[in-house]
């Protein structure tokens, strides 16, 4: 069974209070944005969501550091005060007291240095999906010295089947190395089921997940991946971290992230990784870059030593590794 530990009890209802507040959000229809620099998308629910995980944090585990992903400079600006308002009010249906001062100082907490021991946040992972009513997730990770220990992900649209779910039941997933991985009901966490990857030996069988955004990945790359792998299948395109939940509850075999050609020099941003690659090593499955290698996340707030990155059921990742390199899907200058 699952130890409920300190950390695990914090992670899983922190976790809990900001997915099902972020899905009160999208009900709500609050569909305000702003642009980032990078031109992802923010909306309020990524704000409220890292300010009441954020207040969990300060509250339950003062002594601990954060990395996340959204910054307070935007929020404070003129332009943004609509959406600063409307953040707080949201916030305050879990923190009473909250005003905007205290929500910036929550979203400024998750500027920590990315070392040593370090809780890691994606508000809203998929906030693009988020705002087609598709999938996405809230995920917190704890790291220790480049290891992730401890990861959660809440996905208000996947049922504890790890299964899309029109009526938006929710599911709670938790890891915690060498403990498993499992599953719970997002509303009534109380029974806990262990999951497990896939035992797919069938490469024509495989199911791969891969991005919904075609700018976030390389279609042209993941087309001749499943050609070489002779994969009947078609890839199953998902939003979020919500695609680690269904490998690691035997929904899928392979998940792919490829570099768009149009963002060359892109590393990905450890909050996107570290809880669900958890969940799949736990489960039994296999997480590495491209290149075969662990993902490492001691290299501050990216995963600068790795190119791309690669899940499988373990049982399949040597031949889609080879699969990989035969496309050429490393550039020669990260070979």
């Given at each position: 069974m699952l130890a409920l530990t300190r950390e695990v009890r914090f992670a899983l209802e922190a976790v809990r209070q900001a997915a099902l507040l972020v899905a009160q959000i999208e009900k709500e229809l609050v569909s305000t944005t702003l642009t980032k620099e990078d031109r992802s998308p923010v909306t309020v629910a990524d704000y409220a969501s890292q300010a009441v995980i954020t207040a969990a944090l300060q509250r339950t585990l003062p002594e601990e550091r954060l990395v996340a992903e959204e910054e307070s400079g935007l929020l404070r600006a003129p332009q943004s005060r609509e959406l600063l308002q409307l953040a707080t009010q949201?916030?305050?249906?879990?923190?009473?007291?909250?005003?905007?001062?205290?929500?910036?100082?929550?979203?400024?907490?998750?500027?920590?240095?990315?070392?040593?021991?370090?809780?890691?946040?994606?508000?809203?992972?998929?906030?693009?999906?988020?705002?087609?009513?598709?999938?996405?997730?809230?995920?917190?990770?704890?790291?220790?010295?480049?290891?992730?220990?401890?990861?959660?992900?809440?996905?208000?649209?996947?049922?504890?089947?790890?299964?899309?779910?029109?009526k938006e039941q929710g599911a709670l997933f938790v890891a915690r190395r060498g403990h498993g991985a499992w599953v719970t009901s997002l509303e009534r966490p109380e029974l806990f089921r262990r999951l497990r990857v896939s035992q797919q030996t069938d490469l024509r069988q495989a199911r791969l997940l891969r991005s919904f955004e075609s700018e976030h990945t390389d279609v042209e790359r993941i087309e001749a991946f499943v050609v070489s792998l002779g994969i009947e299948v078609p890839p199953q395109r998902m939003d979020s971290q919500a695609k680690y939940a269904l490998l690691a509850d035997g929904q899928g075999e392979f998940l792919l992230r490829l570099r768009s050609p149009s963002q060359p020099h892109y590393c990905e941003k450890i909050w996107d990784q570290a809880a669900g690659s958890l969940l799949v090593e736990e489960a039994g499955g296999k997480v590495t870059d491209l290149h075969g290698k662990e993902l490492d996340f001691s290299q501050g707030r990216t995963l600068s030593r790795n190119y791309g990155v690669l899940a499988s059921n373990g049982i399949l990742h040597a031949q889609a590794l080879a699969a990989l390199k035969a496309i050429g899907a490393i550039p020669e200058n990260e070979a």
């Open positions: 949201y916030v305050c249906r879990i923190e009473p007291d909250a005003d905007e001062n205290s929500l910036c100082r929550w979203i400024e907490r998750g500027n920590a240095a990315a070392e040593g021991r370090f809780w890691t946040l994606d508000p809203l992972d998929g906030t693009k999906g988020f705002l087609r009513g598709d999938q996405y997730a809230v995920a917190l990770a704890l790291v220790e010295d480049g290891v992730v220990q401890l990861g959660v992900l809440g996905c208000p649209k996947l049922t504890p089947g790890a299964q899309p779910d029109a």
